[in-house]
């Protein structure tokens, strides 16, 4: 069964809205970590934010936050004042305890429109 | 700080060549994995290490394949003799430990072309 799974393969935003990447996730364990990454055209894995199960509040990284609802297993990714470079694939993640690996979505592109 | 480091950037080679992708993970991590991404199967894990000591390289494709973590500070992934399917992004990434709540950094990845 897929562990992560974004809905939305691509995405197109005006520059300075704001625009929210869906991701959900399945576990039966209790603890897990949820990250999101983001990646440009040029080919690099950026490591933009984390959410831990355990977490009362929702994580914040400047224009980045996340939207965690546990009981639907959902971390969408919200991004604020788009930017042009904001333009790049966003991939959702998440790693289980005894299981070193991160497990990817499929991954959703996001073109910002000046 | 200086991120994960890997060499080269880009590399075509004919089949039959052998090919080996470097990383210097970042000072301190001492969790460091390799994945393969293509575009029909997305990001695999290839293998990991954890105190430079492989723990799982069941993703490791077929013998074809082969990682050396000889120090904490530098790692190989050599696959030899390539093949065109072995055309992916092939990226390293470490982490401080194991555990869910740690993320993983990746290099800048290598963009490799069998022809």
């Known amino acids: 069964a897929q562990k992560i799974t974004q809905t939305q393969p691509g995405m197109f935003v005006q520059e300075k809205e704001a625009v929210t990447l869906d991701c959900t996730y399945d576990?039966?364990?209790?603890?897990?970590?949820l990250f999101w990454y983001k990646q440009p055209s040029s080919g690099e894995m950026i490591f933009l934010i984390y959410?831990?199960?355990?977490?009362?509040q929702n994580a914040t990284e400047g224009r980045y936050s996340l939207n965690f609802q546990k009981a639907r297993k959902s971390a969408n990714l919200v991004i604020s004042a788009s930017q042009l470079g904001d333009s790049a694939m966003y991939f959702c993640?998440?790693?289980?305890?005894?299981?070193?690996?991160?497990?990817f979505g499929a991954g959703t592109t996001v073109t910002v429109r000046a | 700080d200086a991120g994960v480091i890997q060499s080269p950037r880009h590399e075509v080679t004919e089949m039959g060549q052998e090919v080996t992708l470097r990383c210097k993970p970042i000072?301190?991590?001492?969790?460091l994995f390799w994945y393969r991404q293509t575009m029909m199967r997305g990001l695999e894990l290839l293998i990991y290490?954890?105190?430079?000591?492989?723990?799982?390289d069941s993703g490791m494709p077929e013998d074809r394949f082969s990682a050396k973590m000889p120090n904490a500070s530098f790692s190989t992934l050599k696959i030899q003799p390539s093949e065109p399917r072995d055309s992916a992004v092939y990226f390293c990434?470490?982490?401080?430990?194991?555990?869910?709540?740690?993320?993983?950094?990746f290099g800048d990845g290598t963009r490799l072309s069998i022809l």
């Open positions: 000072s301190g991590h001492n969790s």
């Open positions: 290490f954890n105190n430079n000591v492989p723990i799982d």
């Open positions: 576990t039966s364990d209790p603890s897990y970590g």
């Open positions: 959410q831990g199960s355990y977490d009362q």
């Open positions: 993640a998440m790693r289980e305890p005894n299981d070193y690996k991160l497990s």
């Open positions: 990434a470490s982490s401080f430990m194991t555990g869910e709540t740690q993320p993983q950094h």
